[in-house]
């Protein structure tokens, strides 16, 4: 079975512009969750969607949107960028049955660069 | 607000001999807790998850413990190989937002000869 992909791997940006990650699941899988990396503040949680609808939103600001399409793909969208958006942005597949065995796999993750 | 806390950014363990990671954690309403490991410049993997029912699961090389009445759980890797050199994160959530993990700010491992 594939993995979770996300693409682009690598991405180059500018302030103020706005840029769209997108991430395929774990086929079968419904619930796809996106995390932020960065050296200051570790791993930390923007969204979750579940048959296209957002279920958790993390701590950030408008300017982090997402989607989820009727595939299970998903896509996620910074506008105005800051130079403070430079992270690895991470997307997470699960089967979204509640409880145990849940666990979230984690695609290779999309490196954003802001100058 | 941390709610997950890994103390200890550094471990090194030789070869062969166990290695011990802590994490701690806030919120009594999580009761799922999962170990990830990471290399640089790719995505967490998970290597073993326990739910809030048990205190113990285990899985070849890799045993988790979990203490609900202090807030914490600790992930045993025996025998330490040196492919174990990584970033360990320790997360968990919760049934209400079981979608929602919550990491630590992980451990860096090194597994020396």
């Known amino acids: 079975k594939a993995g979770v992909t996300q693409t682009p791997r690598y991405l180059i940006k500018t302030r103020g512009q706005q840029v769209t990650l997108s991430c395929s699941p774990i086929?079968?899988?419904?619930?796809v969750s996106w995390y932020q990396q960065t050296p200051g503040q570790g791993l930390q949680f923007l969204f979750e969607?579940?048959?296209?609808?957002?279920?958790n939103k993390g701590n950030f600001p408008g300017r982090f949107s997402g989607r989820q399409f009727s595939n299970s793909r998903s896509e996620m969208n910074v506008s105005t960028l800051e130079l403070g958006d430079s992270a690895l942005y991470l997307c997470?597949?699960?089967?979204?049955?509640?409880?145990?065995?849940?666990?979230?796999?984690f695609g290779p993750g999309t490196r954003l660069t802001v100058l | 607000d941390q709610q997950v806390k890994q103390n200890s950014p550094s471990l090194s363990v030789q070869e062969g001999r166990i290695s011990i990671l802590n994490c701690d954690y806030t919120?009594?309403?999580?009761?799922?807790f999962l170990w990830y490991k990471k290399y640089p410049a790719e995505g967490p993997t998970f290597l073993i998850s326990?739910?809030?029912?048990?205190d113990k699961n285990e899985d070849g090389r890799f045993t988790v413990f979990l203490n609900k009445s202090a807030k914490h759980l600790s992930l045993h890797i025996v025998p330490s190989q040196p492919g174990d050199s990584a970033v360990y994160f320790c997360?968990?959530?919760?049934?209400?937002?079981?979608?929602?993990?919550?990491f630590g700010a992980g451990t860096q491992v090194v597994v020396t000869p």
């Open positions: 997470a597949s699960s089967t979204s049955r509640s409880g145990p065995n849940n666990e979230q796999f």
């Open positions: 086929s079968g899988h419904r619930s």
């Open positions: 969607y579940f048959s296209e609808t957002q279920r």
């Open positions: 919120n009594s309403m999580f009761d799922y």
């Open positions: 326990i739910s809030s029912i048990k």
């Open positions: 997360a968990a959530s919760d049934s209400d937002s079981w979608g929602k993990l919550q």
